[in-house]
């Protein structure tokens, strides 16, 4: 193998002799401009552009044998590894390779796959969170709503039950207890009033529940403890207080008749007297008073009567009475 001085001074028509003395100054550390100036003592007829020539030419040279030197010591331990490595079978190591290769599509085709669901997801969970920050929105107002809701139904947890509804009757009939009251005072000989219970209770609705107070005895008590005949007079009040309210109230217009169904049968003879006056005063007016009713005690009491009777064909048949 050619050194890379014979190469040198093969390529530059120089002896190998003048070119080993150029190189050696080169090593020692000279420059080319002193080299130059001794030329004629060490190297013979080279002229500066040679010895340029010569220099760029030894250092590609030398590159290039550190390349081959690096090169032959991989080569040297790859020889190394593969005398010292075990044998391959080529058959199996491509069946192997022909393998790993499916193995790796179907790896593919199921990341594609997996990224396909990925973005779906993402899409999905992006609308999910705009929905769900809309219900949030949704939510809050729909808790004011139903506390809204509950408050106006008298539904609220641990609250009196009071619908609004029932507050604004509350109102009217507290006007209603009032001219019922005047009604009541005479039916009953100033024993008894009518009063709204305010107590409210916390299972069931209230606003409208009554009890009555007996000036007898300076008790309140409930509605349902009166008698057959108080109740009746207690709703004859309430009626006529009724009356008196809304004519009072509904801008001109006038009650010219009443009519008042059954209840008499319960009353005794004292009782039923003060429902008569109470009625008898209502009719002192220019409002006409109708009673219906079976008790035959009240026919010396009515002037006027319109008798109904039956008929044997199964029809009846009235009668005007003066």
């Known amino acids: 193998m050619e050194t890379i001085i014979e190469i040198l001074a093969r390529e530059l028509d ?5 070119v080993g003395s150029v190189v050696d100054l080169l090593d020692e550390g000279n420059t080319i ?4 100036r001794y030329r004629k003592e060490l190297h013979g007829s080279m002229d500066d552009t040679t010895l340029r020539t010569l220099e760029e030419r030894l250092q590609y040279l030398r590159n290039l044998e550190k390349r081959r030197e690096a090169v032959q010591s991989k080569l040297e331990t790859y020889q190394a590894m593969l005398r010292d490595g075990e044998d391959i079978d080529l058959e199996q190591t491509e069946g192997r390779k022909d393998a790993l290769t499916r193995e790796k599509a179907e790896l593919e085709k199921e990341s594609g796959a997996l990224h396909t669901r990925l973005t779906l997801n993402g899409r999905t969970k992006e609308s999910l969170l705009r929905h769900l920050e809309a219900l949030e929105k949704s939510g809050g107002r729909l808790v004011w709503l139903k506390a809204l809701a509950d408050t106006a139904n008298g539904a609220l947890t641990g609250q009196e039950r009071f619908r609004l509804e029932t507050y604004i009757q509350t109102t009217y009939f507290s006007r209603v207890l009032y001219r019922a009251n005047l009604r009541l005072r005479v039916m009953s000989g100033g024993q008894y009033d009518l009063l709204r219970r305010t107590e409210g209770g916390l299972r069931g609705q209230s606003g409208l529940d009554l009890d009555v107070v007996d000036h007898w005895n300076g008790t309140t008590r409930g509605v349902e403890t009166l008698s057959g005949g108080e109740s009746f007079l207690a709703s004859l009040a309430l009626a006529l207080g009724l009356a008196d309210e809304i004519q009072s109230s509904a801008g001109g217009v006038q009650l010219d008749t ?11 003879d004292e009782a039923l007297q003060k429902a008569m006056k109470a009625l008898s005063q209502l009719g002192e007016g220019r409002r006409l008073v109708g009673i219906i009713s079976h008790v035959a005690g009240l026919k010396e009491r009515i002037d006027r009567q319109i008798i109904v009777k039956k008929s044997r064909s199964g029809g009846s048949r009235a009668e005007i009475a003066c």
């Open 14 to 18: 120089q002896s190998p002799r003048h």
């Open 33 to 36: 401009p002193f080299i130059a």
């Open 258 to 268: 009443m009519f008042v169904d059954e209840g008499f049968g319960s009353l005794d």
